[in-house]
């Protein structure tokens, strides 16, 4: 059982950044592949990124490329979503989750989530 915190959202300026970060306890983290997924209010989550197992292998949603920029520390059991150039359309709430397949954008996929975490972009 694998137990995922996420922190670091918050209200920042349209063009602001922001770090999130996902902390794991009570499993082993190293052996997930983890994503971030969005959830806009009144819509299902959407996929943002995904970090394979070893931190090796990253893919981003295509409006997120170039912007946002996943990175795993194993030996702290944490993910982290760096976020740049935020946009007021990036508004929403942003969830991690934890799963044994990679880059999978169905939630289905995913064995283990956190609460979420709001960001809020000002514009």
């Known amino acids: 059982q694998v137990q995922l915190v996420e922190s670091g959202g918050g209200l920042v300026q349209a063009g602001g950044s922001l770090r999130l970060s996902c902390a794991a306890s009570g499993g082993s983290f190293s052996s997930y592949n983890i994503a971030w997924f969005r959830q806009f209010p009144g819509k299902e989550r959407e996929f943002v990124a995904a970090?394979?197992?070893?931190?090796?292998?990253?893919a981003y949603a295509d409006s997120m490329r170039g912007r946002f920029t996943i990175s795993r520390d194993n030996a702290k059991d944490t993910v982290y979503l760096q976020m740049n150039s935020l946009k007021p359309e990036d508004t929403a709430v942003y969830y991690c989750a934890a799963g044994k397949l990679f880059a999978r954008v169905q939630t289905g996929s995913y064995d283990y989530w956190g609460q979420g975490t709001q960001v809020t972009v000002s514009s």
């Open positions: 970090i394979s197992r070893g931190g090796g292998n990253t």
